[in-house]
Structure formats: structure tokens, C-alpha cells
């Protein structure tokens, strides 16, 4: 059946943390009771101040279409409060607005890349990109993100693997999974990389704003790589919007207006009240972001103290992002199997590295955007079922 299929869907495969999702919604059906750290959203809702933006908008219907490249006043809002940011000018016929910040990912890559060049990406790394490569017919090139590099990039690996082919660099910093945050040495030697070959990169900084003692640098504030890379950041993660879908791209103009255009046809607009609540959560206080990342911290702290306490498990301590990626290779099964039997037998729903890309084998992702009552109740869980296995 599936050779009736394109080439470029074929190889496609439903996120982890989807499928994660489902089978622990399986088990609640059942009655079991789940403690949920997959899915890699905040706990908590929307702030009121941006729903109620939302609602109002609605109440005054704005539930037309909009511009395929966002409303007007929030491509100003994103290009001045970005721009600011990451100490860069960016004009608002940079910003591309869409549906969440996937599609600043997937059409800037279906915009560059011809079939057979090659795209670098992290390993472990996001799920999408992996997807959005093998759509655009390009040559996935994974570069492997090491534990004893606290899950930089490694650069020599890098160097090495940029060749004539290279068209695109793919940077998510602070990272999913592994929480990594790029110091400016490294973006400053994979930047002269870039310039060097005359690469693009798209730079995804969706976790820029939840990191704790650092800062995640933009690459694209670094001299002359604003022009030749696709900032990716969205409303998703920082101001708990997941299900409004909004996010956006900043990249140079003319790469601005093709994305646009593949905009208008796959997808038409971004949802008119979703973009009123956005310009809301902009131009509104920010101190419920402050807040949250400081809690956000504390249950950092928590959770990853808990998992090297537990025999077996090693984890070091994430700087950004809101993802625990412990070392769980002393069991001695792959990362699928145990994420499986802490399922089964702890009931609690935690992700396999390897859904992550080849080297996150040996490691499991666990969301801390949980309460702290949750984390607790997982950590007791866990360390439980983990005694039973014993590592070998
Ligand atoms: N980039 C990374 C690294 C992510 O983890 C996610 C969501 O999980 C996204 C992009 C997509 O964000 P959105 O839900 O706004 O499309």
C-alpha cells in the first residue's frame, strides 16, 4: 500500500510524544492513573490577559482571513520586539506570521533545498526536521550532540561533515531534547563555518526565552549572519499557547516573500483572533514569563536531582528549555523498551531518546513543565520500577 505513496511522505513517522500520548490515553481509559511528562508543553493555561485578547477579538469579528504573512501590526510588534531581543534591526516585511512556529520551519526548507542537497541537523534533535528534509527531497546529514560536550554540537564532527552539498544548518539552541543552550565560541566557529561556505542556517529559537543563568544567543545577531539566516520562534512554549497556533520566521526579505507564497497556497492565513491575542501577549507585561521560568527552575532542579539519585540513571542539568534527558544506558535496554515499561509499570508517560534521531539511543526526554507534586510522584515511581529492573 505504502509504495502507492510519493517518495517524499513515505518515510514520514508520527511524532514520539504523540504516540506516547495515545497509549497513555489508552491506559487511563482503563482507569490507570498517569503521571504525563511527553508532551513538551507548559502545564499551566494561557495568561488570562492573552485569552481574554483572544475572546474579545472573537467577540469582535475578527474571524476573517488575514494576510498569508500575518496582520501588519503584529509582523511590526514581532520585527521590533525580536529585533530588540537579539540586538539585531529586523523590518517587518522580514517576518513570515503561520500557524505555529512549524511552519517557519518547514517552508524557508522547502524554499532552499533542491533534491540531493545536503542539510545538517542535530542528533538527538527535534522530529520535525528529519520530516522537513525528507519532504524537501534533501539529504538528511545528522551531526551527533555528545553528553560529554554537556550536548553542544561538536565542531570538528561538524567541520568535517560540511561539504560542497551543504546547503542548509539546522540550530535549535536551547535544544529539544536535550535542554543544550549554543555558547557564543561555538555559534561564533559554526558562523565563520557558514560564511565560509556560503550556507544557510535555520536557527529554531522557540526555548529562547526559558533559560536558567544563561542566555541563548541568536546566531543571527553574529556579523553578517542575519542575512543568510531563518530565525524560528513562536508564542507556543513562552506564553503556553501550544493549541492557538502562532508562531513565526525572520529571515531576509526576498526568501520572506516566497515563504509567503507557499504560505498563501498550503495554508492561506493564520487564525485572525489567534494573531490579535498574540500582539497581546507582546505588548503586555512580561513578568508572567519571568515567573514561570523561575518555576520552571525550581522543578528543574527537583527533577534532575531526583533522577541522579535513582541507581543507574545520570543526568546532567539542562540550561534551557524545559527537558530532562538522563542517561538510562546502565539497564541495559534500548531507550523504547524502558519508556514502554515505565508505561506499564510506574504509569508514567516519559519519551524514548531514540525518537529523537540515532544518538539520543540511551536516553530518555522527560518534560518538566509538570507540577512539583508531579515530578515527585514520578521520581518515587520511577526510582520504584527502576530498583525492580537493577541496572546491569
Ligand atoms: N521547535 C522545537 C524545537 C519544538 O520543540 C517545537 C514544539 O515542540 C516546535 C519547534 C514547534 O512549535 P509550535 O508548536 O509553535 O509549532
Not at 534533501?138 to 564532527?157: A, I, N, Q, S, Y
Not at 528543574?300 to 534527558?325: H, K, S, W
Amino acid at each position: 500500500m505504502l509504495e502507492n505513496f510519493a517518495a517524499r511522505v513515505r518515510s514520514l513517522e508520527p511524532e514520539g510524544a504523540y504516540r506516547m500520548l495515545a497509549r497513555a490515553r489508552a491506559l487511563e481509559a482503563e482507569g490507570r492513573e498517569i503521571i504525563h511528562l511527553e508532551i513538551g508543553q507548559p502545564d499551566g493555561p494561557t495568561f488570562d490577559h492573552i485569552s481574554r485578547a483572544g475572546i474579545r477579538a472573537i467577540e469582535d469579528g475578527q474571524t476573517r482571513y488575514s494576510p498569508a504573512a500575518g496582520l501588519e501590526r503584529l509582523r511590526e510588534a514581532i520585527a521590533r520586539e525580536a529585533g530588540a531581543r537579539r540586538g539585531i534591526e529586523v523590518r517587518p516585511s522580514q517576518v513570515v506570521v503561520g500557524p505555529g512556529a512549524k511552519p517557519a520551519l518547514f517552508f524557508p526548507t522547502l524554499a532552499l533545498i533542491e533534491a540531493g542537497d545536503e542539510v545538517i541537523y542535530p542528533d538527538p534533535g527535534f522530529p520535525t526536521y528529519a520530516a522537513m528534509i525528507a519532504v524537501a527531497g534533501g539529504t538528511p546529514v545528522p551531526v551527533p550532540l555528545r553528553e560529554e560536550h554537556d550536548f553542544g554540537v561538536d565542531l570538528e564532527l561538524l567541520a568535517e561533515r560540511v561539504g560542497s552539498r551543504t546547503r542548509l544548518i539546522i540550530l535549535n539552541s536551547p535544544s529539544n531534547p536535550t535542554g543544550g543552550v549554543l555558547a557564543r565560541p561555538a555559534l561564533e566557529q559554526i558562523a565563520e563555518l557558514v560564511i565560509r561556505h556560503g550556507i544557510w542556517v535555520i536557527s529554531d529559537e522557540i526555548y529562547a526565552r526559558l533559560t536558567y543563568d544563561v542566555e541563548a544567543l541568536s546566531i543571527a545577531s553574529l556579523p553578517g549572519m542575519a542575512e543568510r539566516t531563518i530565525i524560528c520562534d513562536g508564542f507556543s512554549k513562552t506564553y503556553a499557547m501550544t493549541g492557538w497556533r502562532l508562531g513565526f520566521g525572520i529571515m531576509p526579505q526576498a526568501l520572506a516573500e516566497r515563504v509567503e507564497l507557499l504560505l498563501t497556497h498550503a495554508v492561506g492565513s493564520t487564525a485572525t483572533f489567534t494573531q490579535v491575542a498574540g500582539l497581546a501577549a507582546i505588548d503586555g507585561p512580561q513578568d508572567p514569563v519571568v515567573q514561570v521560568v523561575g518555576e520552571y527552575r525550581r522543578r528543574r532542579d527537583l527533577m534532575v536531582e531526583g533522577l541522579n539519585a535513582i541507581p543507574g540513571v545520570r543526568c546532567r542539568t539542562p540550561q534551557g528549555a524545559f527537558y530532562a534527558f538522563p542517561n538510562i544506558m546502565a539497564f541495559g535496554r534500548d531507550s523504547e523498551w524502558l519508556a514502554d515499561y515505565l508505561l506499564e509499570e510506574a504509569g508514567v508517560a516519559v519519551l524514548a531518546g531514540s525518537g529523537f534521531g540515532r544518538a539520543g539511543e540511551g536516553y530518555l526526554r522527560l518534560c518538566f513543565a509538570a507540577s512539583q507534586d508531579s515530578i515527585r510522584a514520578a521520581l518515587a515511581r520511577m526510582s520504584e520500577a527502576l530498583a525492580r529492573l537493577g541496572p546491569s
